[in-house]
């Protein structure tokens, strides 16, 4: 058989990864903002003397960088989406962004823990005018940076469609291949746009109560407010790194997808017929995109193909390999 005539059951394993998603466009637009504001800050510092808008400058270098790596993600996966040696496409790199960003914002609350401790043993004067209009200042840029990043809805909507083709191979062993035709549209499951987000929104929480602390400070004298509030913040983006960090490593980790979307196959192939799945194996190549692999045991086989289509088209199935045996 020649290689040519192979080309009917050849596939592609881009899954729309090529497709610039949504994500990265709002990335792009909220790394400018923050960069431009880091710069305006660091500036303005140095210029005036202001220690206060310095240090905000210099934090809003390390929010760049993470923000950076986002966006990284989003270049590097669309970039290399038809490149042959990522065996499932590179889905997975969104979720590795979204892990490295996760382990950033977990350095970030272990450095505020840290300094709002010493403080307490160690408190240092605090210009509370300049101080405010620095929080407040980055309380604005983080609120614009979050409805840029959420596009004003919640980020897990969207819907996708998928198309099927299958190939066997053997009388017994089937190979399923079912293709998402992506157009960029659905934000369901982009760990790096969701890391991104709460980053921001991690900032937003400092900002926040920086203001209370230091309106504290001001008008009613309670200087502890500020490094007690700068530990109750580090707590909250402590538990946000946390539950990022476990739900990008799944991911990366290849952890059995979500049980309804396992029990939703396994009620579409078995139904109420004497047809029973044997071995079923969901994973994540990519946000809302699995792999299946199921093993399909029956008194009267099908076509793998009968069983594919069993499979329903909003389950999120992009790549499927289906093994029939027949049984006594």
């Known amino acids: 058989m020649h290689a040519h005539s192979l080309a009917r059951w050849e596939h592609d394993h881009a899954f729309g990864q090529d497709v610039p998603r949504p994500g990265e466009r709002r990335t792009r637009i909220v790394v400018a903002l923050t960069a431009v504001t880091m710069v305006v800050e660091i500036v303005a510092g140095l210029a005036y003397g202001s220690m206060a808008l310095l240090a905000d400058g210099l934090h809003m270098a390390s929010h760049t960088a993470a923000l950076g790596i986002a966006l990284i993600a989003y270049v590097c996966a669309r970039r290399f989406a038809r490149d042959r040696r990522f ?12 892990f490295a960003s996760a382990v950033l914002l977990a350095v970030f609350a272990l450095l505020m823990a840290w300094e709002s401790t010493r403080r307490f043993f160690a408190p240092l004067p605090i210009a509370f005018d300049q101080a405010i209009l620095v929080a407040v200042l980055g309380l604005a840029v983080n609120v614009v940076s979050a409805v840029v990043l959420s596009g004003g ?12 083709q299958s190939h066997a191979h053997g009388p017994a062993h089937h190979h399923d291949h079912a293709h998402q035709h ?17 980053h921001v929104l991690a900032d937003a ?10 309106l504290a400070g001001k008008l009613a ?5 500020d490094p007690a509030m700068g530990l109750v913040g580090a707590a909250v983006v402590t538990v946000w790194a946390v539950r990022l960090m476990r739900e990008s490593g799944a991911v990366l ?15 579409a192939v078995e139904g109420d017929t004497g047809d029973r799945l044997s071995d079923l194996h969901v994973w994540s190549v990519g946000p809302s995109m699995y792999a299946a692999e199921l093993a399909v045991v029956a008194h009267q086989p099908r076509e793998p193909d009968h069983y594919k289509n069993l499979i329903p088209d909003d389950a999120g199935i992009v790549h499927a390999v289906v093994e029939v045996h027949r049984c006594g």
């Open 253 to 267: 980790l290849d952890w059995q997808a979500p049980d309804r979307v396992e029990r939703r196959i396994r009620r």
């Open 182 to 198: 992506g157009h960029g549209g659905d934000d369901r499951g982009d760990h790096n746009l969701r890391a991104a987000y709460v």
């Open 221 to 225: 004298g309670l200087a502890w407010m």
């Open 87 to 98: 065996t499932f496409g590179t889905g997975k790199i969104n979720a590795l962004g979204g």
């Open 153 to 164: 809805r919640a980020l897990h909507h969207g819907h996708g469609h998928d198309h099927g």
């Open 205 to 214: 929480l400092t900002s926040v109560l920086a203001i209370a602390a230091l």
